[in-house]
């Protein structure tokens, strides 16, 4: 079994005082508060000012917790409304459409999926959520990389790997593909990523007009395409849902 790195350990119980109590302390206060030398204790927070997750006060020396602390939690907090948003419109697409819905952003270099509603039938179906697909293959992935600069940079960097014939990997291909999903306002994976499965994913938006994440449908091909396309009324669907959700997120109409 792997040991736990002291220092981080160190490092979180660390935050753990400074978010509780009084808020500021002194390097005496969270040294003796924690059984640390006085040595070790402001070396990992002088590491931690470093980093912006710990400041000190300029006249009483005492330390709080950090502008980044803030920020990483807001990026929780977000993608925690974008689920909390988009779970009445996700389970209304999975009825109407009779497939699987996921709703992922990017993490990582590739997607997380954050959340997923069933295929409405009886069939012995896996949860995904907390699963990664790949960016430049899946219909999420492909998406997000059309309309997320940072994704966009970690898509076309990264090695392209071929999972399938249709897997597209080359990088003039492959930018003419998010030239097209800019274009059309959607992204299509037909067994690029999977043998016998097709998505269609369309983008979510948040009140900046910044994409936080894709919605999309997925389902074995002959459910979702007829003769080799997606079926158009899947595709409406699914664009629908990612502006109804990204509304809710303060996106307005477009």
């Not at 291909?173 to 992204?187: N, S, V």
């Not at 994409?211 to 999309?216: E, T």
């Not at 990612?242 to 997120?249: I, M, Q």
């Amino acid at each position: 079994m792997a040991k736990n790195i002291q220092s981080l350990e160190r490092a979180a119980a660390m935050l753990r005082l400074l978010a509780g109590g009084e808020r500021r302390l002194g390097l005496s206060d969270i040294s003796s508060s924690l059984g640390l030398a006085k040595g070790t204790a402001h070396g990992i927070l002088r590491t931690l000012q470093h980093e912006g997750f710990v400041e000190q006060d300029s006249t009483s020396g005492r330390y709080q917790l950090g502008a980044e602390l803030l920020r990483l939690g807001n990026s929780y907090l977000d993608v925690h409304e974008l689920r909390a948003r988009a779970l009445v419109w996700t389970d209304d697409l999975a009825r109407s459409s009779g497939e699987s819905v996921h709703l992922g952003v990017l993490h990582q270099h590739g997607v997380l999926v954050v959340h997923h509603v069933f295929r409405p039938d009886d069939s012995r179906q896996v949860l995904e959520v907390g699963a990664m697909q790949p960016l430049h293959s899946t219909a999420l992935g492909k998406v997000l990389s059309a309309y997320d600069p940072v994704a966009h940079s970690e898509a076309t960097e990264m090695e392209r790997r071929s999972f399938t014939p249709r897997t597209v990997t080359g990088d003039e291909e492959f930018e003419e593909l998010l030239d097209l999903i800019r274009a059309q306002g959607w992204a299509a994976d037909v067994e690029e990523t999977w043998e016998g499965v097709a998505a269609v994913a369309a983008p979510i938006h948040d009140r900046r007009r910044m994409p936080v994440g894709a919605v999309a449908v997925t389902g074995a091909v002959e459910r979702v395409c007829t003769d080799g396309r997606l079926r158009p009324e899947l595709v409406a669907a699914v664009r629908d849902c990612a502006r109804a959700v990204s509304r809710d997120l303060g996106a307005g109409r477009f």
